[in-house]
């Protein structure tokens, strides 16, 4: 080999040796994949995908309005009570009850002037007796002459007694009279029955009544004792 010959081998032989030292292993050519990174990454990516999402979408805000709440109106009841109320609004344990008639029954023919006595049968219907000063007086229609009657001694209760009123017939009067009286107690509040007393004279046309209530009594003031 000739000495130009060896040069140029030996530069051949260094440039090889140089360009094998600076090129790049086969290890180093081949990347190296790592699975766990490649899915961190990709959840990382997902996640802030969602957050982005999240944040690009309006927020709506809701308001619930409370139902109204509705109270039960309470149950009234009412209650309706019936009394017997006499003077100052005491009830009142009095009552009279209509029996008979025991003398001059209704529509009795009389003569102008003619005198008789009325008297009516009656029951204390009611819980207490009646007192002496008790009055049976005259409330409605023609007193003919009688007078109030005052109790002298008590009439106990659920006990039957009579009341007897002196009358004259009307001088001057013709046709039907009556008139309507009742029991009032110590306080002047009537109670009880009306009872009637019912005469024709002259011979007029006779009134058909039922004892105790007049068919049509006209309104009068009570007739005082003298």
């Not at 290890?27 to 190296?32: F, G, I, S």
């Not at 229609?141 to 659920?158: E, I, K, Y």
């Amino acid at each position: 080999m000739t000495t130009r010959s060896l040069v140029i081998f030996n530069a051949l032989l260094i440039f090889g040796l140089l360009l094998s030292a600076c090129g790049p292993s086969e290890a180093e050519l081949t990347p190296t994949v790592n699975p766990d990174a490649i899915r961190t990454e990709a959840v990382s990516t997902f996640a802030s995908s969602l957050t982005q999402t999240a944040l690009a979408a309006p927020t709506k805000t809701s308001t619930l309005t409370p139902s109204p709440t509705t109270t039960p109106l309470a149950a009234t009841t009412l209650s309706l009570t019936t009394s017997t109320t006499a003077v100052g609004g005491a009830p009142s344990c009095n009552n009279l009850v209509y029996v008979k008639d025991v003398t001059i029954p209704d529509n009795t023919q009389m003569t102008p002037g003619q005198t008789f006595t009325k008297t009516w049968q009656v029951q204390n219907a009611g819980s207490c007796a009646w007192a002496p000063g008790f009055k049976f007086s005259l409330v409605g229609g023609d007193a003919m002459g009688g007078q109030t009657l005052t109790l002298s001694n008590p009439v106990g209760a659920g006990a039957t007694t009579e009341l007897s009123v002196a009358m004259t017939a009307p001088a001057g009067k013709t046709g039907t009279l009556q008139g309507a009286w009742r029991m009032a107690d110590d306080k002047g509040a009537f109670f009880g029955d009306q009872l009637t007393v019912v005469i024709v004279i002259g011979g007029g046309s006779a009134v058909t009544n039922t004892p105790g209530t007049p068919a049509s009594v006209p309104t009068a003031t009570a007739t005082q004792e003298p």
